[in-house]
């Protein structure tokens, strides 16, 4: 039996056991934002076009292997702030930074929400992404919420921990 014949042969126990709204495969999207790269749809939907992920991934830059779903707050000490941190704490957890690669920014993709194309001023915050690795190897996907000089809007620069590197 074929590998090709063996997945379905999977999949079709699975929608017979499981329900077909409840087996599903990740599909490539068209955005740069990582909570949007990807789709969950039924595995039945048929599949993604051949070497649509590998097309996709030569495009980007290496993204986590892991997700959060939804990015958390960390508290970060930098030497300068718009330099990448020097150490971050995470669920009461600190992580002193070895090595840091970027930024890589990333904006909001404006032109998919109908409510800010009508006003100017409801233009939305970059993101600065960086790959870090703390003292013990553990490798995290960080990003700060908009530039740090904010200072007419009165708001300071958040960070969120939004993944896990291999």
Known sequence: MSDDAATAALLDRLTQRLGSGRVLALRPRASHLPERAVAALPATRGSARPGSFAAQAALKVARPLR????????????????????????????????????????VEEWWRDRENIESVHAVPRPRDYYRIEDETGQRFWVYRDGPFNLADSGRTARWYLHGFCA
Request: charged fraction near 30%; glycine fraction near 2%.
């Open 67 to 106: 997700l959060l779903a939804e990015p958390e707050p960390i508290d970060v000490t930098a030497p300068v702030p718009d330099d990448p941190p020097m150490m971050f704490r995470w669920r009461r957890m600190t992580h002193r930074v070895l090595r840091a690669d970027g930024p890589e920014r990333l």
